[in-house]
């Protein structure tokens, strides 16, 4: 009888341990709900670069990188993979580690040739952060590309009165016209009256910030506005 009553009291002082720690374990979890929850993944990473264009002598760009969870908060410890398509990156591409505020930096060094093989006035920079399930949360921006301008004209059949139109590639920011007969413009396709017949040395110049540039046509002027000869 005695030995029954024991093991009553030590089953039932099992139970009891068993419940506070069910009581207390769920008040734990209450009071910290995000403990039960996996660790944040990545959720969004944005790319700011500066400058936002170079010149095509070549430069530098700053690269930076915020990464934020799936709650849309600063996620330290990312790994971040910066991409490029032209230039070399400080880390040589190698995975950059997100510090405070989830932010994680690079730098592009860019050479005058490297810039010289860009067919387009752009070029393409990304950023890569693993999430969970081997998926990737990724964002990529252009870096425009400063160039000179490539000076062109053509002009049109006329009297002594030639029509010109300014066919030049790239930025174009100013314009400067030699007729080759004293006299100029400033305007991007003029029309301009010659004093005789004749052949005239023609030059447009055309600049913009970064440089200029410049073409002369040899340009043959017959006739008169009243005959047409």
Same mark, same amino acid.
């Given at each position: ?10 089953? !039932? ?47 530098? @760009? ?20 910066? &991409?490029?398509? !032209? ?21 592009? *060094? ?13 070029? /393409? &920079? ?8 081997? +998926?990737?949360?990724?964002?990529? @921006? ?7 301008? %490539? ?16 066919? #030049? ?6 314009? #400067? ?10 305007? %991007? +396709?003029?029309?301009? *009256? ?10 447009? /110049? ?9 073409? *002369? ?13």
């Amino acid at each position: 009888m005695i030995a029954t009553r024991r093991i009553h009291l030590v089953l !039932t002082a099992t139970v009891w341990v068993a419940l506070i720690g069910v009581c207390f374990g769920s008040a734990a979890l209450a009071a910290n709900p995000e403990a039960e929850q996996p660790p944040a993944a990545a959720g969004s990473v944005t790319l700011q670069v500066t400058p936002s264009s170079v010149p095509e002598s070549g430069g530098e @760009v700053e690269l930076l990188a915020i990464v934020r969870d799936n709650r849309g908060r600063p996620l330290e410890n990312a790994k971040v993979n910066f &991409l490029t398509e !032209t230039g070399t990156l400080e880390s040589g591409g190698r995975l950059v580690v997100a510090g405070d505020g989830g932010a994680a930096i690079d730098r592009l *060094t860019l050479t005058e040739s490297e810039l010289a093989a860009v067919d387009e006035n752009s070029f /393409r &920079l990304a950023v890569a952060v693993g999430s969970r399930g081997g +998926s990737l949360v990724t964002s990529n @921006v252009g870096v425009g590309i400063q160039r000179r301008p %490539q000076a062109a004209f053509r002009h049109g059949p006329g009297d002594l009165i030639v029509a010109f139109d300014d066919e #030049s590639a790239g930025l174009v920011t100013s314009w #400067s016209w030699d007729f080759g007969d004293g006299t100029t413009s400033t305007r %991007q +396709s003029p029309s301009h *009256t010659f004093p005789e017949p004749g052949h005239y040395a023609v030059t447009l /110049r055309v600049g913009n910030p970064v440089g200029s540039d410049e073409v *002369t046509r040899l340009v043959r002027v017959f006739g008169s506005p009243d005959t047409g000869e």
